[in-house]
């Protein structure tokens, strides 16, 4: 499968716990991003990476959410401390550096915090 | 901040007709891509727009871009049980090639047979 994964899933966690999701972007992609979609809406920008570069990340929704893209490929995003308002998928895309190009997305990461 | 009005919010359509929704804002966008989304899956790109006027076509689906870069137009000819799904209009939040999107709140699409 070439296209964008991301994993796990699902995940069911306890308010207050961290949780770590981990994309792996299509291979010749050196840009990849992180949104999350709550429920009746459509995906929300949250943070992107250029190679291993985080070009942007002001649009993270607080300080206990981090992302790193360490050697470039893969990526994993991490909420500290869940809340109940964190429940949404989380959905990871990559995109070549090149005009023209559109993003494609992966299946996403359910979140329920309970 | 940029926000894209989708519109109808839902359609109820019989099979074989056709559907057409709009998506417009309060700026101007340089690209109007158009996705649709499954349940519990990603969008999945359907058309992408880069020039006002601009009218595309993929398979039984077609997009224009309006002419005053503020508005873009998704038709489906003689729909088919698979087109249910819920359709996003998106434009970048900034100007370049990085893939930084604002989405519309979408139009979900119920094809009766």
């Known amino acids: 499968d070439t296209g964008v994964s991301q994993d796990p899933r699902h995940k069911i966690t306890k308010r207050g716990q961290n949780v770590t999701f981990r994309c792996d972007p299509i291979s010749e992609h050196n840009r990849l991003y992180w949104y999350r979609q709550t429920l009746g809406q459509g995906p929300e920008f949250l943070t992107y990476f250029q190679n291993e570069a985080q070009l942007e990340k002001s649009r993270l929704l607080s300080d206990r959410f981090s992302a790193e893209r360490p050697k470039g490929s893969f990526s994993t995003l991490e909420i500290q401390r869940t809340e109940q308002g964190d429940s949404a998928m989380y959905l990871c895309?990559?995109?070549?550096?090149?005009?023209?190009?559109?993003?494609?997305f992966g299946q996403g990461t359910r979140l329920t915090v309970v | 901040g940029q926000q894209l009005n989708q519109s109808p919010q839902s359609m109820f359509i019989q099979e074989g007709e056709d559907v057409s929704m709009n998506c417009t804002s309060s700026s101007i966008f340089n690209t109007w891509l158009w996705y649709k989304q499954d349940p519990g899956e990603g969008p999945v790109l359907l058309i992408a727009l880069y020039k006002a006027g601009e009218l595309t076509s993929n398979g039984r689906l077609t997009a224009q871009f309006g002419t005053t870069r503020k508005d873009s137009f998704l038709n489906i000819s003689a729909s088919i049980p698979s087109d249910v799904g819920i359709y996003f209009c998106?434009?970048?939040?900034?100007?370049?090639?990085?893939?930084?999107?604002?989405f519309g709140s979408g139009t979900q699409l119920t094809v009766l047979p």
């Open positions: 998106a434009g970048p939040i900034s100007s370049g090639s990085a893939r930084q999107l604002t």
């Open positions: 895309a990559s995109s070549f550096v090149r005009e023209g190009t559109e993003a494609f």
